[in-house]
């Protein structure tokens, strides 16, 4: 598909930081319209091999036709990076990426659904071979369930009227298009000139939860850290805090010299261990002023980047 064109984020910061090199194995769980793909095998030519997989069926055939040029040294798989780890080697990657959320042509394509800003089918799924769409969501949810998707995925303030209001019109009319949630949402809360539509919370939180989003990434952080080997280095974008909050804690707890013991009845005791990862920067890298100007999407990125240690003898 030519018309999936997606500007990769913070792409000197991530080669910066992955550092790619010939003979190098590189994983990309994310690999959209292949921008990062493509510059890590430019990188590491002419032997390193990249793995590449993205949810979305669109976006790993436009990365296979942008790849053909270093053919012989990808392989590429449709499927969630929470599963990574069922099908790239353990212990063998140098370098692996995860720049998380959705791609441009994904919120750009009006039948894709992630949009208020355009009329489209209410379906928000990266994989469209799943069952579930946001539409099938908005219109069984309970009202109590809906609330606590806007609430936890969203930060969203009035989630309980908006669930209410929601449960309230599904049952004369059920909830088909974008457009007919983004106009109820904004006749509950009249934009009254703010900059954000009111509908953009209900929208990120729908999205994050059809797609499992936080859990698929609670996952894939853990199944990264059998692919690298030591030495290797876990690079990863987010877009807002709730993917930030999940890569701190990830990182916090495999950054440790410690780990609990204990139990139900048991007093709970710090034991040292030795620490799997370290962080290679203590703060999250931004983007450069000059790819904010140029890329409004790059806006609320942050980049992560773990590494993992050697082995030690306790
Ligand atoms: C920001 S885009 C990546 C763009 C890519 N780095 C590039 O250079 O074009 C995010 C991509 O991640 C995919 N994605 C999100 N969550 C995923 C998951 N759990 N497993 C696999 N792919 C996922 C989306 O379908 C989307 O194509």
Redesign the pocket.
């Given at each position: 598909m030519s018309d999936f064109v997606?500007k990769?984020?913070m792409l000197g910061e991530v080669l910066e930081t992955l550092r790619p090199k010939s003979g190098g194995v590189y994983v990309?769980?994310?690999?959209?319209?292949?921008?990062?793909?493509a510059a890590i095998l430019t990188a590491s030519s002419p032997t390193g091999w990249l793995y590449g997989?993205?949810?979305?069926g669109a976006?790993v055939e436009t990365a296979r036709q942008r790849l053909t040029d270093f053919a012989g040294r990808f392989e590429l798989r449709q499927?969630?990076?929470?599963e990574l780890d069922t099908w790239v080697p353990a212990e063998q990657c140098d370098g692996i990426l995860l720049?998380?959320?959705?791609?441009s042509p994904?919120l750009d394509q009006a039948e894709r659904g992630f949009s208020f800003q355009q009329d489209g089918p209410l379906d928000m799924r990266?994989d469209r071979a799943q069952a579930l769409t946001a539409a099938e969501l908005v219109n069984t949810a309970s009202a109590e369930h809906l609330a606590a998707i806007f609430w936890e995925f969203g930060g969203e303030r009035d989630s309980r009227r908006f669930a209410r209001a929601i449960v309230r019109r599904r049952e004369q009319n059920p909830f088909s298009t974008t457009r007919e949630l983004a106009e109820l949402i904004e006749r509950l809360a009249p934009r009254r000139g703010a900059k954000a539509h009111p509908a953009t919370k209900v929208f990120q939180a729908l999205r994050l939860a059809v797609?499992d989003?936080i859990g698929?990434l609670e996952r894939?952080l853990e199944s990264t850290v059998k692919l690298l080997r030591p030495g290797g280095r876990l690079a990863v974008i987010t877009f807002h805090s709730l993917e930030d909050r999940v890569v701190k804690d990830f990182g916090r707890v495999w950054t440790r010299d410690y780990t609990f013991t204990g139990g139900v009845d048991v007093p709970e005791l710090r034991e040292p261990r030795a620490p799997e990862l370290r962080w290679v920067s203590r703060k999250a890298i931004k983007p450069s002023t000059r790819e904010l100007a140029e890329n409004p999407r790059a806006r609320s990125a942050q980049l992560r980047v773990l590494e993992k240690l050697p082995e030690r003898s306790a």
């Open positions: 997606h990769a984020v990309d769980g994310t690999v959209g319209g292949a921008g990062h793909a997989c993205d949810r979305d976006a499927g969630n990076f929470a720049d998380l959320g959705v791609s994904q990266m797609n989003e698929s894939g």
